[in-house]
């Protein structure tokens, strides 16, 4: 009898323990209070130009010279220019990218928001079952199954279809 009390509160107290902290299963940001430590970056020393006629105005919220540029310096790493960073619009080596991608009715520049809602109703309608209610659980690989991709079918077939996948592997022939 002792042994029985025993296994039903081990049950009991693991179904508690499995249904604490439900909902955090794919958000990442769930218990974080403080600052995202990865979003501060400090500053550089400040040095005494050599010509104090190259310093650029003051602008209230621009940039400073003493700012960090993460993006600029990974481009530069990797051999790139980080002055093309601050270029705003299209290069005009895309120009005929961008407009044969808008060849069919323009782009939408409010496509995130409008992702962002059609995501929002889906998964409106598309609500979680009652035994997901009950066990916490998650309905975002339910949502976006029917979505995913096969990786390895995905390059059989554009291999398949004469497409160059240089760093990929030969496919194996099934």
Known sequence: MRKSALVIGLAAASVVAGCSGGGQLNNFNAGRTGPDEFA?????????????????????????????????????????????????????????LVAYAARTGGTDPQIRETLAASDAAWRARNGRRPLERIFGSSVYQRAYDPMALDARQEQLRWQRAGAITSTAPAPAED
């Open 40 to 96: 501060i970056l400090p500053t550089r020393s400040l040095t005494m130009p050599p010509d104090l006629s190259v310093l650029p105005a003051p602008t209230p919220g621009g940039a400073n010279i003493t700012d960090p540029n993460p993006m600029g310096e990974a481009v530069a790493a990797l051999g790139g220019n980080p002055e093309r960073l601050q270029d705003r619009g299209i290069a005009a080596s895309d120009q005929a």
